[in-house]
């Protein structure tokens, strides 16, 4: 059974950092790409961040680029968000997700390319 398990949300002012972490179990977690998505209250799920399966091509969401970097490390199955400079309109639940299909280097932002998500972490922004 896969899981993924996020954790390092939390509350920080802005201008502040965090380092959310996502870790992986029940696949062989190197195969595949992985995304971080983030959801606020009313809006729906947008995508923020996503890495190869081998780390070697990022994408990202225009609102988060020069802010937030997106890594692996496949020896521990986790992949990280690395957040700085957040600001109040970061503030919403944090998902991390596996990308249905194995070794692809296109990196998808659509939720439905993703089969399997984490629980969530909040992460909230006070200005």
């Known amino acids: 059974q896969v899981q993924l398990v996020e954790s390092g949300g939390g509350l920080v002012q802005a201008g502040g950092s965090l380092r959310l972490s996502c870790a992986a179990s029940?696949?062989?977690?190197?195969?595949?790409?992985m995304a971080w998505f983030r959801q606020a209250p009313g809006k729906e799920r947008e995508f923020v961040a996503a890495?190869?399966?081998?780390?070697?091509?990022?994408n990202y969401a225009d609102a988060v680029k020069g802010r937030f970097t997106v890594s692996r490390d496949n020896n521990k199955n986790t992949v990280y968000l690395q957040m700085n400079s957040l600001k109040p309109e970061d503030t919403a639940a944090y998902y991390c997700?596996?990308?249905?299909?194995?070794?692809?280097?296109?990196?998808?932002?659509?939720?439905?390319?993703?089969?399997?998500w984490g629980q969530g972490t909040q992460v909230t922004v006070s200005s």
């Open positions: 029940g696949r062989t977690f190197s195969k595949y790409a």
């Open positions: 890495i190869s399966w081998s780390g070697v091509y990022r």
């Open positions: 997700a596996s990308e249905r299909s194995p070794y692809r280097d296109l990196l998808s932002a659509f939720p439905r390319e993703y089969d399997y």
